[in-house]
């Protein structure tokens, strides 16, 4: 692992979400983002597996707002851009409208990393899809100087008549389509995470050995 700078960019795959994280992002609070994204996803992805929450994206935000993030309601969908853009592109294209040119670059430059990345990229490709439908969370961090954090998350569900290595980068076609996006800025209070839910997190996150979480050099 590499020695960590505050003032450099950095990248994390985490299941199916691709976190960026802003120069100016403390490590202690990236360790918290990360652990905070790992439960979440655990959660939803062990309740749908086992057919007790098959609104995936639903039970995932609730967990995300039971531990600190702002937002009791799921952000209502969005519609997709009517070009044949890749996955990517159209999650980019709406950070740049919801974001800071800051998140838009971090997530710009974390998406090249996972693409230059075979082994982050077949992990996430396992991750990311069940049932013929993938799931992908992209969400550039940024901190404020009161300590919380900004993030846009942006959210994709696709159908997949089959699930086709690189399909984040694929232009859209019959094989690959976008069945709901959801986009909303939000913000995380660590403080409370800190003080409230982090060693129920951590002991949930353990017991995967630390698995869920790769590092991409950017």
């Known amino acids: 692992m590499s020695e960590f700078n505050q ?10 979400s691709l976190l960026s994280f802003l120069p100016g992002v403390s490590r202690e609070a990236r360790d918290d983002i990360l652990l905070a994204n790992a439960f979440a996803q655990q959660v ?8 007790l ?14 531990l600190g993030f702002d937002g009791k309601l799921a952000p209502t969908a969005t519609r997709p851009g009517p070009d044949r ?9 709406q950070v740049r409208q919801k974001g800071s040119a800051g998140h838009y670059q971090s997530a710009q430059s974390s998406l090249q990393a996972l693409r230059n990345d075979s082994q982050a990229l077949t992990a996430f490709e396992s991750r990311a899809v069940s049932k013929a439908v993938g799931r992908f969370q992209l969400l550039p961090c940024s901190q404020q100087s009161s300590g919380f954090i900004d993030m846009v998350l942006v959210h994709m569900e696709m ?24 986009v909303e800025v939000i913000h995380f209070n660590l403080q409370g ?11 949930s996150v353990d017991k995967q050995n630390g698995k869920a979480i790769l590092e991409l050099q950017l």
Request: hydrophobic share 40%; no cysteine; net charge positive.
């Open 44 to 51: 939803a992805w062990g309740d749908f597996n086992e057919g």
């Open 193 to 203: 995470f800190r003080e409230d839910y982090r060693k129920r997190a951590q002991a």
């Open 7 to 16: 003032g450099v960019a950095s990248g994390k795959l985490v299941h199916s």
């Open 159 to 182: 159908s997949m008549k089959k699930t086709s290595k690189d399909f984040l980068f694929m232009q859209l076609s019959s094989e690959v389509k976008i069945l709901d996006m959801r």
């Open 85 to 93: 853009a890749s996955l990517a592109e159209q999650a980019l294209a």
């Open 53 to 66: 929450e098959p609104d995936w994206f639903r039970n995932y935000w609730r967990n995300l707002a039971f």
